[in-house]
């Protein structure tokens, strides 16, 4: 069955990687949520997609500020275990890893949780390095491009998720995969009709900022079935 995965949250309302956003997420149904992960100068993990947070009076750097003055000037951002204990045993939480050199700091909020999560990130080095610390984490590698070898660079990484820019997932990418014993998720798939066709071709997982219902929109979708996409569309 497809994972459905809400990106950042669902944000139709509310801000992006907020508590807020992941609690609307929870409330329309969806299996899991995707967030970012940056790491403060006090070792906090902070949910944020940028490197700084950005506020009408004033820019600071995450990574070069400590929390306290990061949640001052931005009271929303929430710390990664917040989040982790919101929707722990409610959905899954795919953690995106933003930046290198804080991988321990990561494992050690992982290890503290009893939420479902996985990580992933476009750095395939550091999600080789998130296997040194935590051997039994599942982990994913970030792809914009199509490969000639996605398997190999699973492989490489030690990973199963390849999270691949949708227009490049098609039934060939997908058996290509999982004959090397991983899955495929798509991202960011914003119209019903492309959940449709990627569920039809058997995503693991489809990420969305759609501010609906999966279940919803599966069920009215299996009413307008159509051709699906092969490796030779």
Same mark, same amino acid.
């Given at each position: 069955?497809?994972?459905?995965?809400?990106?950042?949250?669902?944000h139709?309302?509310?801000?992006?990687?907020?508590?807020?956003?992941?609690?609307?997420? #929870?409330? /329309?149904?969806?299996?899991?949520?995707?967030?970012?992960?940056?790491?403060?100068?006090?070792?906090?993990?902070?949910?944020?997609?940028?490197?700084?947070?950005?506020?009408?009076?004033?820019?600071?750097?995450?990574?070069? +500020?400590?929390?306290?003055t990061?949640?001052?000037?931005?009271? #929303? /951002?929430?710390?990664?275990?917040?989040v982790?204990?919101? &929707?722990? @045993?409610?959905?899954?939480?795919?953690?995106?890893?933003?930046?290198?050199?804080?991988?321990?700091?990561?494992?050690?909020?992982?290890?503290? %949780?009893?939420?479902?999560?996985? &990580?992933? =990130?476009?750095?395939?080095?550091?999600?080789?390095r998130?296997?040194?610390?935590?051997?039994? /984490?599942?982990?994913?590698?970030?792809? +914009?491009?199509?490969?000639?070898?996605? &398997?190999?660079?699973?492989?490489?990484?030690?990973?199963?998720?390849? !999270?691949?820019?949708?227009?490049?997932?098609?039934?060939?990418?997908?058996?290509?995969?999982?004959?090397?014993?991983?899955?495929?998720?798509?991202? %960011?798939?914003?119209?019903?009709?492309? !959940?449709?066709?990627?569920?039809?071709? @058997?995503?693991?997982?489809?990420?969305?900022? /759609?501010?609906?219902?999966? %279940?919803?929109?599966?069920?009215? =979708?299996?009413?307008?079935?159509?051709?699906?996409?092969?490796?030779? +569309?």
């Open positions: 069955m497809t994972q459905y995965i809400a990106h950042r949250g669902v139709d309302v509310f801000t992006e990687n907020t508590l807020d956003a992941f609690q609307r997420a #929870l409330d /329309l149904g969806f299996q899991a949520i995707e967030l970012d992960v940056h790491v403060t100068a006090d070792g906090i993990c902070v949910v944020h997609h940028d490197e700084s947070v950005i506020t009408p009076k004033v820019a600071l750097s995450i990574r070069g +500020t400590y929390f306290d990061l949640h001052a000037a931005a009271p #929303l /951002l929430p710390r990664l275990d917040e982790l204990d919101l &929707v722990a @045993g409610k959905a899954h939480v795919h953690v995106e890893l933003k930046n290198r050199d804080v991988e321990k700091e990561l494992a050690n909020v992982l290890r503290a %949780t009893r939420a479902d999560a996985s &990580v992933h =990130s476009f750095d395939h080095e550091v999600v080789l998130m296997k040194r610390f935590l051997p039994q /984490l599942r982990t994913g590698i970030l792809q +914009t491009s199509r490969l000639v070898d996605s &398997v190999h660079a699973l492989k490489a990484a030690e990973a199963t998720d390849l !999270w691949q820019w949708h227009e490049f997932v098609d039934r060939a990418l997908i058996e290509e995969v999982a004959g090397g014993g991983g899955t495929v998720i798509a991202w %960011t798939v914003n119209t019903p009709s492309e !959940w449709r066709v990627l569920d039809d071709l @058997g995503v693991a997982g489809i990420c969305t900022d /759609l501010p609906i219902s999966p %279940t919803l929109a599966s069920v009215q =979708s299996s009413h307008h079935r159509g051709p699906s996409l092969d490796a030779n +569309t």
